[in-house]
């Protein structure tokens, strides 16, 4: 069974808080800023939940993460959650899904979608 875990995207300050700062007790998520001093609200933040996978780094796989296969080149593969089929899913950067299937350590992450690339 896979870990459930989050990190979400603080639009105003455009930092990542990281899963230990989530307060995941309740049915619902509790968040705070420490510089402000306030909770934050639902419309604040963006969740991104962990697929469950790593990359070949051991780098852990959350939705709205950019991938890369070292096979594809100049491939972006967008990590992004189907509520359909239940299941995380790969798209290209029109938000196409695409017939690639995200598997344990075959990708890097090379960015996220609010940060932007890293690498």
Known sequence: MREIKF???YKENKIMIDNDFINKEASFFFLY???NQEWLREKDIILMQ???LKDKNGKEI????ILKH???IGSEFYV?????RARFQLENKEGKELMAQLFDNEYFIIGNEF???TN
């Not at 959350?62 to 993460?65: L, Q, V």
């Not at 992004?80 to 359909?84: A, D, H, I, K, V």
């Open 7 to 9: 990190r979400a995207w």
């Open 33 to 35: 800023d420490e510089i």
């Open 50 to 52: 962990y697929t469950g």
């Open 62 to 65: 959350y939705s709205s993460d």
């Open 70 to 72: 070292p096979d594809v």
């Open 80 to 84: 992004r959650w189907n509520n359909e």
């Open 115 to 117: 940060k932007g690339l």
